[in-house]
C-alpha cells in the first residue's frame, strides 16, 4: 500500500473526513433466508454478513451448560476480502478476534434464559477496510435482535486510531497501517445510555490522556452507529407489520 506523505492534511483526512467522522454505514437487517436472525453491513469499504442461529439445544451434549446457553462467535475473512489473497480457513488473527468479540457479547445475552443451548453467531468478513472487528460487532449485534435474543442492551462497536499525532475516530485502512496507535472498543448501550466497555483492545502506544480522549471519542461515535443500529431495527419490524 502506497503510504501518504500525510495522513491528516488542514483538519481533513485522506478520505475528506473530519477526525471525529464515522465512514457511511449501511445496515440491511433480516439479509440470509436461512438463518434465525441476519444482518448485512458496510462501515465503509467493510462489507460484512452477520447470521445467528439458535438458541437450540447444544449438541453434542457434553458441551452443554445446565445453568446457561452457550455461545459461540466465529469470525471468517473470504479469501478474495483483502488486497493479496488471504488463506482460507481460521489462523491466529481470526481465533483472537473471535474470542474477545464473544465475551464481550456473553457480558450482553440473557443466556441464563436458556440453559443447555447454544447461541451460534457466524460473521463473514467478504471486504475488509480496516475496523472488520467492529463491523462485524455492529453486523451480529443486530443479528441477535433480529432473531429475537433476549440481551441487556445493545454491543456496538467502533476503533479510535491514533495518526499524525491525533486521533481519529473509525480508522481505514491507511490510517490502520501508517497510524501510530489503534484501540477498538464495543459498548453496551440500554435506554440510550452507555453502560459499560465490553471490549477494548490496543495496538501501538498512547498517553493515559489519549486513552481518555480515545474513550470519549469512541463513545460519540458508538452513540451514532446505535442509533443506526436501531433504526434499520425498526423499519424492518415496521415493514413486516405493513406486510402482514
Ligand atoms: P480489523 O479489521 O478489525 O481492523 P486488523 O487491525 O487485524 O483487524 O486488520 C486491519 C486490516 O488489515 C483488515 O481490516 C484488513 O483490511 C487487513 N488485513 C487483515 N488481515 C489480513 C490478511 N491476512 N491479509 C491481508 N490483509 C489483511
Not at 481519529?168 to 466497555?197: C, H, Q, T, W, Y
Amino acid at each position: 500500500m502506497f503510504k501518504p506523505e500525510k495522513l491528516i492534511f488542514d483538519g481533513k483526512r485522506i478520505d475528506g473526513r473530519t477526525l471525529d467522522q464515522l465512514r457511511p454505514i449501511k445496515i440491511e437487517v433480516d439479509f440470509l433466508k436461512r438463518a434465525d436472525g441476519s444482518c448485512y453491513l458496510e462501515m465503509g469499504k467493510n462489507r460484512v454478513v452477520a447470521a445467528v442461529y439458535g438458541p437450540r439445544e447444544a449438541y453434542p451434549r457434553h458441551i452443554q451448560d445446565p445453568t446457561k446457553a452457550v455461545i459461540r462467535y466465529r469470525y471468517n475473512m473470504a479469501p478474495f476480502s483483502v488486497e493479496e489473497r488471504k488463506r482460507p480457513g481460521p489462523d491466529r488473527r481470526s481465533v483472537e478476534i473471535s474470542k474477545v468479540s464473544k465475551e464481550a457479547f456473553e457480558a450482553v445475552i440473557m443466556k441464563e434464559l436458556f440453559p443447555r443451548s447454544v447461541i451460534d453467531i457466524f460473521v463473514e468478513v467478504l471486504q475488509a477496510d480496516a475496523g472488520s472487528r467492529t463491523a462485524c460487532i455492529n453486523a451480529a449485534s443486530v443479528a441477535l435482535v433480529d432473531a429475537g435474543i433476549p440481551m441487556k442492551g445493545m454491543l456496538t462497536s467502533v476503533a479510535v486510531a491514533k495518526v499524525d499525532g491525533v486521533l481519529v475516530l473509525d480508522p481505514m485502512k491507511e490510517e490502520d497501517n501508517f497510524g501510530e496507535a489503534d484501540i477498538p472498543f464495543a459498548f453496551l448501550i440500554r435506554g440510550d445510555r452507555i453502560e459499560s466497555i465490553a471490549l477494548l483492545q490496543m495496538d501501538g502506544r498512547m498517553t493515559k490522556e489519549e486513552i481518555k480522549e480515545a474513550i470519549k471519542l469512541a463513545k460519540k461515535g458508538a452513540m451514532e452507529i446505535y442509533q443506526m443500529q436501531r433504526e434499520a431495527i425498526m423499519k424492518k419490524f415496521l415493514e413486516e407489520g405493513e406486510n402482514g
